[in-house]
């Protein structure tokens, strides 16, 4: 797998929406191309504030003529996302990447589910972007759960209608579509979808995550998650990242989030 | 003659006993994986020693996450030693790490100084390990680890026991959270340490005041980074003066003149730790800086700075 560090420039950093931002950076054509759900590490040049670099899901990739657009939203949560949101237009960031295991859809799904809650969006908008960029040799159906606290929360509500088949709002308050948690609306519906050729993708808060492992003990749908968890490296080498999963022989074992994820099969997750 | 030895580039060697470096920078243990995290970023033949990830005899599986938490200028870690264990790390690790000639030193962990022994029989008899380092110093882990490091005459048993077990050159890697570093220095160094390594993490904690809960599921950790190196550059300077083994210091080491501060006090080699997952290439940085240092300051040999801190 091709990585790199760069610099990168500060094309635009948008609050989108309270407290969630779009960052697009100007990267060097030699970045590779980002896999949806593929992260990269962000850091600020020679700042005392914060040491470690932050790990976001890439949002969106474009190629340009003479560079590259990495596009990052995430939403203000702690020090250095505080510190991001600050970045102006012009300013340089290093970057590292693209890093992690990327969702993997295979040739014999017919039928995608993506399922978001918050900012659990972000991965999810890369992802839906590149299956209906792959064209028209595959004749996917992508069903979207789209669901956040508010509905100012809920994030690139209008081009994820247009792109997906069919999308179904949720938000916690009552303040837009289905009244409750996103998993609900999935749960009543998820016996429409055929076992043998389904595939949930999903990204949120781990509650959510829990849910969906939870109605898929009842229906067995393939689903593939993506997780966060603090890192200090990205590169495999700190082992703070840690999750646990099933191993190969069925025993529990800590994986990296950064190196055997961030995208995870959701039923080798374990919970307890 | 003047003008010739103004190109030849400084030596920088170092001898840790009967260990030769090609310069005095090593990745601290547990921040560098087993060398191929880093691979992609770097040559590793550049660096003066790798010391790989602690092992313990069977694997461990570690502490649950949240691991780290960034706190100002440093971190806090509590991985618990999450490690394949040394069966595994002969098998599958050192033979990647033998394609370089950069010297591997292993970081041992153990429960019992039974097994410490055990553990340096195994890796003495494995081709391509150098020299050992014995961890008595991790502040993660419930048994072992810090206990055997804050007791004088248990650091030297444990010194003991790996020495009689191996040939290979020992380092005793020593822990801050003591009242007299020294003092432990100086036990290992009569139980046969060929070298000591300082400081390890100093234990620390963080708090999510939203929750109200330790930001660490261990709710302690170690603390690393640029907040640590004051503390860690005085003991190493205390122990240089109290033994007579060569000592490596370690402690939030980022750029060359840290590295330099530590050479200066009279540590004979250095580890940079957390600096690597700042910067993937902190390593040739650092190894490159102390190089152009010498030559501005026309010492031939880093033997010339090693240990030249000046009085006020």
Redesign the interface.
Known sequence: MR?F?MGGLVESNAEVREGHYLLSLRLPLSFALPLPGQFVMV?LKGR??????RPFSVSGFNRRAQDVRVEILYRVAG??TRLLARLGIGEDVDI?GPLGRPFEISPAINNVILVAGGIGIAPLRYLLASLKAQGTDRTLRIDFYMGAKTVDELLELETTRCLCDNLHVCTDDCSMGHPGLVTEPLEQAIKSYPLNDTLICACGPLGMIRRLSEILMQYPLACQVSLE?????G??????????VRGPNGE???QRVCREGPVFNLRDILWD | MGLEQKNVPPDLTVDIGSLKLKNPVMTAS????YGE??S??MDLNQIGAIVV?GLSLEPR??????????T????L?A?GL?NIGVRAFIATKLPFLRQFETPVIVNIYAESVDEFSILAQKLSEAQGVHALEVNISCPNVKKGGIAFGTDPDMAAEVTRRVKDATDLPVIVKLTPNVTDIAMIAQSVEAAGADAVSLINTITGMSVDVDKRMPHLWNITGGLS??AIKPVALRMVWQVVNRVSIPVIGLGGIMTAEDALEYLIVGARAVQVG?A???N??AIPDIIEGIGKYLRKHQMTHIDELIGSLRSR
């Not at chain 1, 968890?229 to 490296?233: D, F, I, T």
Request: charged share 15%.
């Open positions: 990585q560090m850091s005392k504030d914060m040491l470690l670099a020090q250095g590292s968890e603090r890192m200090a490296c590169l495999g080498a700190c082992l703070g990242c840690a999750v646990a529990k074992q800590y | 547990g921040t560098f994986g995290e880093y992609p970023y990830k599986m570690g502490n649950a996450p949240p691991r780290i938490m960034e100002p200028c440093g971190m870690n991985v999450q980074g640029p957390t690597n997952f700042v993937a290439r």
